[in-house]
């Protein structure tokens, strides 16, 4: 009956979506799906002041700025296929290595994946990342488990930095369309992550100002 609606409707493959959703069904598939336009998500991280990165529906990190580089770690540093949330959390131990409870951040991804994403029902891809962390991760394979979901919208996080630690409050916003494209940023919880922060985006300036005039 939805689907009739949707069709008499004449709607778009994202209007058709949501209103499966809003109906309390899963999307139709439509075999194909718009690429997110990477320099306009590198354009919109930016422009935020704030560690900000992107990731699509299998947690995959699309783009980030500098400042999300000072709390988890360097995405450039690790090749395009490494570039997971998911597999960076539970197979490569030096990332996020400055958060003050990493445990707690991944399990806060995985709930998060788990809530948000059909791709495990759906991906092949994904269903062979969940079958491979499942086999190299306890960790991950209890989180997975337990079936825990996670429905808030903001949280916080801490981490530890030269500079002192820095407390944040997360806020996402996730794209409605097929692409499942999650944008998460982290707001300085307190005046004086606030004042780390601005003197991080200053001392990154002057070492940028300094290789120029080099």
């Known amino acids: 009956m939805v689907a009739a609606l949707a069709g008499a409707l004449c709607l778009t493959d994202i209007d058709r979506a949501y209103l499966f ?41 699309l783009a980030w700025n500098r400042l999300a580089c000072e709390v988890f770690g360097d995405y450039a540093a690790r090749p395009p296929q490494q570039r997971n949330l998911l597999r960076l959390l539970f197979t490569d131990p030096e990332f996020a290595q400055h958060l003050a409870d990493r445990d707690e951040y991944a399990a806060r991804v995985v709930r998060t994946f788990r809530s948000r994403s059909e791709a495990p ?28 979901l996670r429905r808030a919208g903001t949280d916080t996080l801490q981490a530890h930095h030269p500079g002192g630690r820095l407390t944040f409050t997360m806020l996402t916003f ?3 369309s097929p ?5 998460t940023t ?7 992550t606030a004042r780390r922060l601005k003197a991080i985006q200053q001392h990154h300036i002057s070492s940028a100002d300094g290789i120029f005039m080099a």
């Open 21 to 61: 959703t809003l109906t309390g069904h899963p999307p139709p598939r439509t075999g194909t799906t718009p690429a997110p336009d990477p320099d306009l998500l590198q354009a919109l991280v930016d422009r935020i002041d704030a560690p900000t990165y992107c990731t699509d529906a299998a947690t995959t990190v």
């Open 121 to 148: 029902l759906n991906d092949p891809a994904v269903i062979a990342l969940i079958a491979e962390l499942r086999e190299h991760s306890l960790h991950f394979q209890r989180l997975w488990d337990s079936r825990e």
């Open 174 to 176: 996730q794209d409605l």
């Open 179 to 183: 692409t499942g494209i999650r944008i």
């Open 186 to 192: 982290y707001l300085p919880a307190d005046t004086d």
